[in-house]
């Protein structure tokens, strides 16, 4: 069965450092998410992505997260300058081919901003 | 925006019997409700969703039931099983997807 797939599991890095989170969607899956999780949290609604484009984004995703689908595979969330509390479990998902509204998670990315 | 509120937070039932979780949203406009279930160390995984022109969804021990009147829907799980434990979460559908706080679903054997 297709599935989302994150990289790295776990990134550590320091306060002010940029990281670059990558997921492969499924392939025929046309819309593309990021969620946070800080721990012991709800999850919640970054980014929504569709046609090469932000179509959505919450009050968190301010001007240091960015998103970019560089090739036709690959979705990646960029965080410019990272801060302690964005340490946070950093979820992918995709939707979109036959289930339509039905969002599949990756299994996430830990980020530990020290 | 959407404010999706459920209860309870941590639920503890012994095996056999059943687990009700439950959800409110805000926003009228909302028309897809999903249940994720969250194993530790993994990301949610979707176990039953309902849209709003459906009042209720069975999938074996598994159903949800949704009323749009009173902006409301709930998860139920009968014959619960020690691998039912995990979080669960709920959410709610407009233009973005918001979470509930999730429930701590333990299941004694």
């Known amino acids: 069965e297709p599935e989302v797939t994150q990289t790295p599991s776990h990134q550590v890095t320091q306060m002010g450092q940029e990281v670059i989170l990558r997921c492969v969607p499924i392939?025929?899956?046309?819309?593309f998410y990021w969620y946070r999780q800080i721990l012991g949290q709800k999850v919640e609604f970054l980014v929504s992505f569709y046609n090469n484009e932000i179509s959505e984004k919450s009050e968190i995703f301010d001007d240091q997260f960015s998103v970019e689908r560089p090739d036709g595979s690959n979705f990646t969330l960029k965080i410019r300058s990272t801060k302690l509390e964005d340490s946070a479990m950093y979820f992918c998902a995709s939707e979109g081919g036959q289930s339509t509204d039905t969002q599949y998670f990756g299994p996430g990315t830990r980020l530990t901003v020290l | 925006g959407e404010n999706v509120e459920q209860h309870p937070s941590t639920l503890s039932v012994q095996e056999g019997d059943s687990a009700v979780i439950k959800c409110t949203y805000s926003?009228?406009?909302?028309?897809?409700f999903p249940w994720y279930k969250q194993e530790l160390g993994k990301g949610p995984q979707l176990i039953i969703d309902i849209r709003s022109n459906v009042g209720e969804k069975k999938d074996q021990r598994i159903a949800v039931t949704l009323n749009k009147t009173a902006k409301h829907f709930s998860l139920h799980i009968t014959e619960t099983q020690p691998e039912d434990s995990a979080v669960y979460f709920c959410a709610a559908i407009n233009n973005d997807m918001r979470f509930g706080a999730g429930t701590r679903l333990t299941v004694k054997p």
């Open positions: 392939s025929n899956h046309l819309y």
């Open positions: 926003d009228s406009a909302s028309n897809y």
